[in-house]
């Protein structure tokens, strides 16, 4: 007898910070395993998706990277944090504005989230620029700590960091596989409009 293969279960991840702190970066080096050629803005959301396996168990994590400026986002907020498994909240750390903005973030997904129990993590981003570093690793730890996420300090950019933002996210899918998450077939269809990766050949980091 002919049995069609089981769906993946599907995490949406939502990718939040201020503009141009790498939010595509990293989510690009997850899904497509490189640093993009060149960036633009975000305008609304961006959408990709990459399938990872989980103790046995093939998963599907679809990351919504947000745009950070206010003007490409206001519309478009309530679609983002529906039915969100996990929040990532980038922070860039050669820009200590950038840090200071987290807890107007925070407030947002306070205000948007229903359920308080969403796995959060915080990530520093471009640590490759060593000299320009203006966040401190540790306080950025007891901002984390005050907040009861952990803290990654990555690079998008930096290829030896590659196996980091790996396990950034691989952290996050596998705290999501003991969570109840959506079945769906297709990215959900919001009346936002989703721009797919090109599909990355990609063999699960674990
Ligand atoms: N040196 C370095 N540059 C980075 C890194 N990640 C991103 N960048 C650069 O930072 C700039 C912004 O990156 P994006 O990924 O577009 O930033 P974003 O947060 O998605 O910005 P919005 O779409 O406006 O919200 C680009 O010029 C990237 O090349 C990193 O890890 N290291």
Redesign the pocket.
């Known amino acids: 007898m002919f049995l069609p293969p089981a769906r993946s279960r599907i995490f949406k991840i939502i990718v939040i910070?201020d503009?141009?702190?790498?939010?595509?970066?990293l989510t690009y080096r997850f899904c497509a395993g490189r640093f993009p050629d060149r960036?633009e803005?975000?305008i609304g959301v961006d959408f990709r998706e990459r399938a990872v396996e989980i103790d046995g168990e093939r998963i599907k994590i679809q990351l919504w990277?947000t745009?950070?400026?206010e003007r490409f986002r206001k519309s478009m907020v309530q679609h983002y944090y529906r039915n969100v498994h996990a929040v990532v909240f980038v922070y860039d750390m050669t820009n200590m504005a950038s840090f200071h903005s987290l807890p107007s973030w925070i407030e947002e997904c306070k205000q948007h989230l229903l359920a308080n129990d969403i796995p959060r993590i915080l990530v520093g981003?471009?640590c490759?620029?060593r000299s320009a570093i203006q966040v401190p690793t540790d306080l950025a730890q007891k901002f984390a700590d005050t907040h009861s996420m952990p803290l990654f300090e990555t690079?998008?950019?930096n290829p030896n960091d590659n196996d980091h933002v790996e396990a950034i996210f691989m952290t996050l899918a596998h705290k999501l596989k003991s969570h109840k998450p959506l079945m769906l077939s297709q990215p959900p269809d919001n009346g936002v409009t989703l721009k797919p990766e090109p599909k990355p050949a990609m063999t699960c980091w674990c």
């Open positions: 910070g503009s141009n702190v790498g939010k595509t970066c960036t803005a975000t990277d745009a950070g400026q981003n471009k490759d620029l690079s998008a950019k």
